[in-house]
């Protein structure tokens, strides 16, 4: 069965704060991504990986950073969380499927609140 | 992707089937439709998808008409569960962001 875990369902954290939220997947995909849904304006992608040590910008990576030195393991690093980066956020991995396709799977999400 | 357009919401009562119905008029022939569901405070949940065969698996089935131009999602028993945002959207499958529009709000009812 398909799996992705979040580290926290829940977090707050103070503005300046550095701020990590970890992935983990244990279906050996190769393709993982960051997420994060606010109200009316849908998931925004914020970062993706292709590979190991490999790192993609998404649309809005500003004031995030990421880090992928395991292929199961990606990680969000707000290096100085303010509070326009309260939000849902969401990881997602994905790999081949039959068709061919690349089907993301999504973890259970991390509510974050800066204060 | 293409333009999906899916009603705001629909009720459905407990044990019946359930008929989601998706607009995607300019899909493109690599496009696949895909399905997501989420339930509230929850992460998006993959559901199923389809490039032109109809297709099923244990969560639902996906009707795709001849011309692509739009699709119905069928849950063939609903439960209380099954209440949460659908999301209908065009993909070409290849690895990248996904983009959900506002998606129909379903509310399975006892």
């Known amino acids: 069965d398909v799996k992705v875990t979040q580290s926290s369902r829940y977090l707050v954290k103070r503005t300046g704060e550095k701020v990590f939220l970890e992935c983990v997947q244990d279906m050996d995909h190769e393709n993982m991504f960051w997420y994060r849904q606010d109200p009316g304006l849908g998931l925004r992608l914020i970062y993706f990986s292709y590979d190991v040590k490999m790192k993609e910008k998404g649309d809005i990576p500003e004031g995030y950073s990421v880090s992928r030195e395991k292929k199961e393991r990606f990680s969000l690093i707000l290096e100085s969380a303010s509070t326009n980066q309260t939000s849902m956020y969401l990881c997602?991995?994905?790999?081949?499927?039959?068709?061919?396709?690349?089907?993301?799977?999504f973890g259970p999400g991390t509510r974050l609140t800066v204060l | 992707d293409a333009k999906t357009t899916q009603p705001t919401s629909m009720d459905c009562a407990e044990g019946r089937a359930a008929n989601l119905p998706c607009n995607h008029s300019?899909?493109?022939?690599?496009?696949?439709v895909y399905w997501y569901r989420q339930i509230h405070s929850q992460g998006p949940q993959y559901i199923i998808h389809g490039l032109k065969n109809n297709e099923t698996n244990e969560m639902a089935s996906l009707i795709i008409t001849e011309d692509r131009k739009s699709s119905t999602l069928i849950l063939p028993h609903a439960t209380l569960r099954d209440t949460a945002v659908y999301y209908c959207?065009?993909?070409?499958?290849?690895?990248?962001?996904?983009?959900f529009g506002a998606g129909t709000q379903v509310v399975v009812t006892p």
């Open positions: 300019t899909i493109s022939g690599n496009e696949y």
């Open positions: 959207i065009a993909h070409r499958g290849s690895w990248g962001k996904l983009q």
């Open positions: 997602a991995s994905s790999s081949r499927d039959r068709f061919l396709t690349d089907t993301q799977y």
